[in-house]
């Protein structure tokens, strides 16, 4: 059986939370959670409208997640998420136990794998979904932010 949604589907909806949190002025990472199929969960990042640095766009959609399931564990779940999840994020994600990452962009600076940050051993993970796509917002934002300084 084919499944009428697949990875890309879901990054394009990741992608659109990362416009709108560009939209705001914030980093574009946008992230949606989904199970069955469906999306439960959405985010953006949020850190300078809350002037919160925990604010990723990754939490806001791991509590959006628990809160919709009504429990703290994302089990049978997938974090889709336009940039390779930092190490709090990633320590968080860990600690929900959620079952699928799937991320488009690298982050070769502050990624959980270049800070050597451990996921939960159960977390299966997939890179480089709309790879290109998710760079180019990322990189529109800080070209865009150097020349204005």
């Not at 990875?7 to 069955?36: C, N, S, W």
């Not at 399931?69 to 320590?91: F, I």
């Not at 136990?97 to 270049?114: C, F, T, W």
Request: charged content about 20%.
């Amino acid at each position: 059986m084919i499944e009428p949604y697949d990875h890309e589907y879901f990054m394009k909806k990741a992608l659109q939370e990362a416009q709108t949190a560009l939209d705001r002025g914030e980093i574009p990472v946008g992230a949606v959670i989904v199970t069955q199929n469906r999306i439960i969960a959405k985010g953006h990042n949020l850190t300078e409208t809350l002037t919160d640095v925990t604010a990723h766009a990754e939490m806001q959609a791991i509590t959006a997640g628990a809160s919709f399931l009504g429990g703290k564990y994302l089990k049978d779940c997938t974090l889709y998420v336009t940039l390779e999840p930092c190490q709090m994020c990633a320590g968080a994600l860990y600690w929900s136990q959620i079952s699928n990452i799937v991320y488009g962009a690298s982050d070769e600076h502050r990624g959980y794998l270049k800070m050597g940050t451990q996921l939960h051993p159960k977390t299966k993970v997939v890179s480089g979904i709309l790879e290109e796509e998710c760079s180019a917002i990322i990189n529109e934002f800080f070209a865009r932010k150097r020349s204005l300084n």
